[in-house]
């Protein structure tokens, strides 16, 4: 599925919030655990976001049926941070793609994603590449910024992944990519970024997990989050 119908879901939501579902433990208490969260947060999250975490944790089988039962309600990101040679990225795009995922995330730094991009849209998926990392060893990304923007926009990604924490980068990332090439900054909250800020510096979406699914109120810290949010879109 395009980023263009992830924007609509935010639209009509009106919130820019993407989950980041990494429950890690017992495969029943995260597979009911995941299953509550995302049947309380319909009205704030408009995207979840899976990785290894969640999938050690229940299995493919247990992520198809999440996907299986809130494919209308949520736009489903892998995050599997994906690193390998054209033809494995390809392979693997194409299972997550089959288990419902609507967009994937991959590595830049490879540069193996050139046939990839265009072979995902032909599979009405997305791609989004990750651009600079939320944590403060990230250096290599740091030194390699400018080649990995270019390469970013050069195949066209439809998304790029910018730490909430490094709010500089997201302001740069914006005036270098292209408008429709969309940016979702994780680092939100636990990692010490503001809630709403990312936003201000011109990312699209924010990623938050554990301020959510370790929140004592998993749908309250989910609202003050989106009206965090809508400030911060409403005071540019
Ligand atoms: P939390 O809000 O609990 O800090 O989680 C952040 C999420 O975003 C995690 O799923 C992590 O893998 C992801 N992430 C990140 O924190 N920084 C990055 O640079 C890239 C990420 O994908």
Redesign the pocket.
Known sequence: MSLANLMNKAEEKGSRLIL???LLGPKDYCSSRAVYLLSILRDYVIGV?I?H?LTLSIGIKGVLDIIKQYSSEYFFIA?F?LADVPHIMKATVKVLVDMGFNAV?THLFPMSIDELVPFSHGLNASIIG?L????KG?VLFEKNLNVLLDYARGVGVDGV???A?KPMYIKLARERLNRDQLI?A??????GATAGEALKFGADFE????????APDPLLSARRIVESEREALHDQ
């Not at 600079?132 to 944590?135: E, K």
């Not at 990623?207 to 370790?214: C, Q």
């Open positions: 980041a579902l990494d976001k990785g975490p995050d941070k995330i990750v600079m990392m939320s944590h990230a992944v910018v730490g924490t979702f994780p680092g939100v909250i636990r990692q990623i938050v997990g554990r301020a959510i699914y370790e």
